[in-house]
C-alpha cells in the first residue's frame, strides 16, 4: 500500500517544520492511549514554498503521462482528473478555494490530506475509512523525474486522487479501510496489502474491449504505464479477489504480473463481501 514515505533529497519548504514534527508525534504513537486522533496527523500544505522548478517539473510529468493516458488509462479516472480540475498549470491545491477537495467533497465526500510522511498501516486504514487520502505533498527534484522509489504529489495526487472522484471506486477504497482496522491477524494484513498493490497501485481494467490503466503506480510512471501494457513479459490475468490476495509482489521492478478487472463493481462487490468475513471473524478473534 502507500508508504507516503519522504525522501531526503526532495524539497520540503513547502512543510512547515514545527506543524511536522507535532504531527509526526501523533503517528509515531498512533493507537496508544492519547493518541487515537487520526486528524492530528495532517498538516498544511503551504503552498508558496515551492519553487518555480517544482511548478515545472510537474508540468513536465503532467504533459508526458496525459498524452499517454489519454488513449491507454481508464475512462474512470480521465473522468476524474477533468472533475476534480486536475490541470498542467501548477501543482495542485489541497486547500481553499481552488483546491481538488472542493470538487471530490461535492462528489463523493472524500479528502485528500497533507501528512508529514510514512504512515504506519493502522493509522493508514483509519485515514481511510473517513473517506480521506493521506497525501505527500513534496516533489520529485527535476533530476530525479524519471524515477523516485517514494511517493511524491504527482504519484498520490496525479495518480491517486482521480479515482476518488468515482462513487464506485470511492466506496471500494473506504471499505477497505474500514476493513483492515477490524483485522490484527497478520495473515490478512497480509493479504490486504497484497489487494492493494494489485488494485489501488498496479491495476488494469478492461473497457471497450481494451486493457487499461488505474493503479497509481502505473498512471504516474512514464515507464512502467507503458510496459504493463505493450510488454510481452508482462502476465495479465483476470482479477479474483483469493488469487490476488494470495499473491506476493516485489517493489524494486517492474510488474510482471498484473490483473484485470472487468469494472470497478467488481473491485467494490469483492470488497464488501472480504469485508463482510472480517467482520464476522473479528468477534471470535476478540475473546481469544
Known amino acids: 500500500m502507500a508508504s507516503n514515505k519522504m525522501s531526503g533529497s526532495l524539497n520540503h519548504a513547502m512543510i512547515d517544520g514545527a506543524e511536522a514534527k507535532a504531527a509526526q508525534a501523533v503517528v509515531d504513537h498512533f493507537g496508544e492511549p492519547g493518541y487515537g486522533d487520526i486528524t492530528k496527523v495532517y498538516i498544511g500544505q503551504n503552498y508558496a514554498g515551492y ?36 490541470v498542467r498549470d501548477h501543482i495542485p491545491y489541497l486547500e481553499g478555494p481552488k483546491s481538488v477537495n472542493i470538487f471530490l467533497q461535492r462528489l463523493t465526500g472524500w479528502q485528500s490530506r497533507a501528512v508529514p510522511g510514512y504512515l504506519p498501516a493502522k493509522a493508514f486504514f483509519a485515514c481511510l475509512a473517513r473517506r480521506e487520502f493521506p497525501t505527500t505533498i513534496v516533489i520529485r527534484p527535476k533530476e530525479s523525474i524519471d524515477y523516485l522509489p517514494e511517493p511524491d504529489i504527482f504519484h498520490d495526487v ?22 483492515a482496522l477490524l483485522t490484527n491477524d497478520p495473515v490478512h494484513t497480509e493479504r490486504l496489502a497484497r489487494l492493494f498493490w494489485f488494485t489501488v497501485e498496479f491495476g488494469l481494467i478492461r473497457e471497450d474491449g481494451q486493457v487499461k490503466l488505474y493503479g497509481s503506480g502505473l498512471i504516474s510512471s512514464p515507464g512502467e504505464s507503458r510496459h504493463a501494457l505493450q510488454s510481452n513479459e508482462v502476465d495479465r490475468r483476470p482479477f479474483d479477489l483469493e488469487t490476488v490476495c494470495a499473491m506476493s509482489f516485489e517493489i524494486d521492478h517492474y510488474q510482471p504480473i498484473l490483473y484485470v478487472l472487468e469494472s470497478f463493481d467488481q473491485l467494490r462487490d469483492a470488497m464488501n463481501s472480504y469485508a463482510e468475513r472480517l467482520l464476522n471473524e473479528a468477534p471470535a478473534a476478540a475473546t481469544v
Open 51 to 86: 519553487t518555480e522548478e517544482n511548478q515545472e517539473t510537474w508540468r513536465i510529468l503532467y504533459d508526458r503521462q496525459m498524452d499517454y493516458l489519454a488513449d491507454h488509462a481508464s475512462n474512470v479516472y480521465l473522468s476524474g482528473a477533468r472533475s476534480i480540475n486536475l
Open 158 to 179: 496525479f495518480g491517486h486522487v482521480p479515482l476518488h472522484a468515482d462513487p464506485t471506486f470511492a466506496d471500494f477504497l473506504q471499505t477497505y479501510g474500514k476493513a
